[in-house]
């Protein structure tokens, strides 16, 4: 797998190069978006992780660019925070986006995400009936399996059952007692942190930042939802 | 059109005075009756009166009720107006006869009670006749404008205008209605509202030169307030840039600490300097993030999402966040909130991050072992968090008082080495106001309490 680390600090591309490599990844480097552009061009590039402030051509414009030829995944990586800045990187075409001071592991950990998401999409899951999906996350209910970005995840049975609750219903808002009815089948009395605890616990296990989740969304004050 | 106002108006008061001079002959009549004729038929007299009284009556509050035309004020005050006066006048007439009954001038034994009524209704018809004279003739020229601001009449008015409080006769005096227009502009600066504007032109001398203050101290209050939201987005921005200045170098301390720690090292110092390099390096990190965040926050550079919320559950998904930080701290969380859901107007989202910097406080800052109070109350249509912890470290009120805890970087403590930004408290407060609510903080005894306030939502 080739992947294009393009920064304009080279000791940033170094210091990627390195953990790829580490995980056995091949590494192409550029230094602004021109470079990553005819970089994209000439090599068989698998992923491409850009920075946005650039010399000559910003991040955005050539993630652009490579997107008028290219399906390869796309990771933005950037010090700007602005949830505007993390919109429009997603919107011009960018698969994720981190911020920058990163952590090298999360970073390796969304690279293979995507890898994985991007070449199951060739190979579909086949469609049974006791599947469900959002994004990559799947449960396999006959087999009590869930998998995120073809990753097994463990959860335990109560956990399991929250989130297949979650999943069924993907994009609704449940409440913690409403969660607290329908898995434990009785009505909730002076609800607890239990449901919530449970909902971290699943943060923790499927998503890669359990504090910015992809997935198992909170919506405060209101309750949690699954979405895509 | 006026004119026929102006007629109507003369017509009815010469009704008004017809039918008072009708009831004054009817005692007249009445009393001559009763001291010459033996068979005494007063009915058809007493007819006779009423019905005067009653004309006069009438005509007296269709009078009114042109005045009400011209002066543009409620007819019922009016009325009652008229009514208050007519009492006052017959009540006046009273005294004058006690008085001159105990001046020995006249001696009202002598009289019979049909006598005396003559002598009232006559004195009661003479002062009404001066009285509505004078007061129309006031009424004229103060609707013509043709008195001055200052003078008795005027201030007589003022003060009976203004025990009725009505604004009627304000607008009568030009001065006046300068004044209260000034009066409004200056209500509308102290509510903040800078769109006003005085047309110098409308006003008059001493008022004149009161509106050209007012516009010049608007128009200074609204640069100062101006260049005050231009300083602090210049600010925001400019810490903004900065931080991103910073993250990138930071980025790289942080991968190549990294990378150092998995190299195999002997030297037992050189893994401990790296590893109070990594800690430092991550507390400069969480140090820009929340010096963005503050700088965002105070400038108004942030985009809420307001909805209706349940306090409570928000408070249930914060516990799940925190539980485990609280126990690793040997920490016991002590609740208390309501049963029933409590709605409040406010950005789920923000409001989470205020009420998770609070947490974090307590879970930083709370003296291992101890409680950690955590209330959530409803009262007078508020509703009411508040967070208790014990301070591990005693907080020096005298050093600092401590409502400037929530000033960026003041911590309770005088040395800066725990980790942490002591921006946390600010970043609540800020996000607490931004979003109508209110934020407190205070000591009692041992116990550093923080609290939230929010107006519960409209319930339906």
Known sequence: MKILVCDDDKEIVDAIEIYLQQEGFEVEKAYDGEEAVEAIKRNDVDLMIIDVMMPKLDGVRATLQIRKESSIPIIILSAKTEDADKILGLNVGADDYMTKPFNPLELVARVKSQLRRYTQLSSQIKQDENVYEAGGLVIYDDLKKVTVDGEEVKLTPIEYNILLHLVKNKGKVYSINQIYESIWNEEAIGADNTVAVHIRHIREKIEIDPKEPRYLKVVWGVGYKIVD | ?460
């Open chain 2, 1 to 460: 059109m006026k004119k026929n106002i102006k007629e109507s108006r003369l017509l009815l008061l010469i009704l008004h005075q017809a039918f008072t001079i009708a009831m004054a002959i009817s005692i007249y009549a009445y009393d001559y009756i009763i001291l010459h004729n033996q068979n005494r038929n007063e009915i058809g007299y007493l007819i006779v009166f009423l019905v005067s009284m009653l004309g006069a009556v009438i005509s007296l509050i269709m009078f009114c009720r042109m005045e009400n035309i011209i002066v543009k004020k409620k007819k019922e005050k009016r009325i009652i107006d008229r009514i208050y006066l007519e009492v006052l006048i017959l009540g006046c007439a009273f005294l004058l006869i006690l008085l001159a009954d105990q001046m020995k001038s006249i001696d009202i034994g002598k009289y019979s009670l049909a006598g005396l009524s003559i002598i009232v209704g006559t004195i009661v018809y003479l002062m009404d006749i001066i009285v509505v004279g004078t007061l129309s003739s006031i009424y004229y020229r103060i609707v013509k404008k043709h008195i001055a601001a200052d003078s008795l009449i005027y201030m007589g008015w003022r003060i009976l205008s203004n025990y009725e409080k009505g604004k009627g006769f304000q607008e009568i005096s030009k001065k006046a209605q300068e004044q209260a227009k000034i009066k409004e502009a200056l209500e509308m600066i102290a509510d903040g509202e800078l769109e006003v504007m005085l047309e110098i032109r409308n006003f008059h001398g001493q008022e004149r030169e009161m509106a050209a203050a007012i516009n010049r101290i608007k128009e200074g209050l609204k640069d100062a307030v101006e260049a005050r939201t231009r300083d602090e987005r210049m600010k925001a921005d400019l810490i903004t840039n900065v931080s991103h200045d910073i993250k990138t170098p930071l980025t790289s301390i942080v991968n190549y600490v990294d990378l150092l720690k998995r190299e195999e090292l002997d030297n037992v110092n050189a893994k401990n300097y790296i590893r109070i390099i990594d800690e430092k390096a991550q507390r400069l990190k969480h140090l820009t993030e929340d010096l963005v965040e503050i700088s965002k926050i105070s400038s108004g550079n942030i985009k809420l999402e307001k909805q209706t919320i349940d306090f409570l559950e928000l408070l249930y998904q914060t516990g799940g966040e925190f539980n485990e930080r609280f126990e690793q701290r040997n920490l016991t969380i002590v609740t208390k909130l309501p049963s029933a859901c409590v709605m409040i107007e406010a950005d789920g989202r923000q409001l989470y991050r205020a009420i998770e910097n609070l947490y974090t406080n307590a879970a930083k800052y709370a003296l291992e072992n101890t409680k950690v109070y955590v209330e959530l109350a409803v009262e007078k249509k508020n509703a009411i968090f508040s967070i208790k912890n014990i301070s591990k470290n005693h907080i020096d009120v005298s050093r600092t008082a401590y409502q400037d805890l929530t000033e960026r970087f003041v911590r309770g403590e005088a040395s800066r080495t725990t980790e942490g930004s002591g921006l946390g408290l600010s970043i609540a407060k800020s996000l607490t106001l931004l979003m109508g609510g209110r934020f407190s903080i205070r000591l009692e005894g041992e116990l550093f309490i923080a609290e939230i306030i929010f107006p519960l939502a409209n319930s339906r």
